[in-house]
């Protein structure tokens, strides 16, 4: 087989979402302050929009921020007050360490453990690349 059919037969393996050219749009938060509580109310949207594990996602926004916080029914509920801006900066932050293929952009990507390791796959291009494990 010559270079330019196996080139064609490789595109044709690939998925369909390597070829969509959507803008992917992290949804900002919403919410609101209780006192001395903020209260993010479509924590869990955002999560899964992202595709990650709640509890990872809060675990890095809340060490981010240095703030202590639980998921409740209402949602994300950190224990002191927190300008919107700089949550979503650092969900903005989580999705370009933890989400976000660092070859080829898209967000198509899975967290792997391989032994002690974490990495972050992409299901688009393939590519491998390692993570903190630990947050």
């Given at each position: 087989?010559?270079?330019?059919?196996?080139?064609?037969?490789?595109?044709?393996?690939?998925?369909?979402?390597?070829?969509?050219?959507?803008?992917?749009?992290?949804?900002?938060?919403?919410?609101?302050?209780?006192?001395?509580?903020?209260?993010?109310?479509?924590?869990?949207?955002?999560?899964s929009v992202?595709?990650?594990?709640?509890?990872?996602?809060?675990?890095?926004?809340?060490?981010?921020?240095?703030?202590?916080?639980?998921?409740?029914?209402?949602?994300?509920?950190?224990?002191?007050?927190?300008?919107?801006?700089?949550?979503?900066?650092?969900?903005?932050?989580?999705?370009?360490?933890?989400?976000?293929?660092?070859?080829?952009?898209?967000?198509?990507?899975?967290?792997?453990?391989?032994?002690?390791?974490?990495?972050?796959?992409?299901?688009?291009?393939?590519?491998?690349?390692?993570?903190?494990?630990?947050?």
């Amino acid at each position: 087989m010559d270079y330019k059919g196996a080139l064609k037969r490789a595109r044709e393996n690939l998925p369909e979402s390597v070829f969509e050219k959507e803008r992917f749009e992290i949804p900002k938060v919403r919410g609101h302050q209780e006192g001395n509580k903020t209260i993010i109310s479509n924590f869990k949207q955002i999560a899964s929009v992202l595709q990650r594990p709640v509890e990872h996602l809060m675990k890095y926004v809340l060490k981010e921020l240095a703030a202590p916080g639980d998921l409740r029914p209402a949602g994300l509920v950190m224990g002191t007050k927190i300008a919107a801006a700089r949550i979503n900066e650092k969900i903005k932050q989580y999705a370009d360490e933890f989400v976000f293929c660092q070859e080829c952009g898209k967000p198509d990507t899975q967290l792997v453990k391989e032994g002690e390791l974490m990495f972050k796959r992409c299901q688009a291009c393939g590519a491998k690349q390692p993570v903190k494990a630990k947050i």
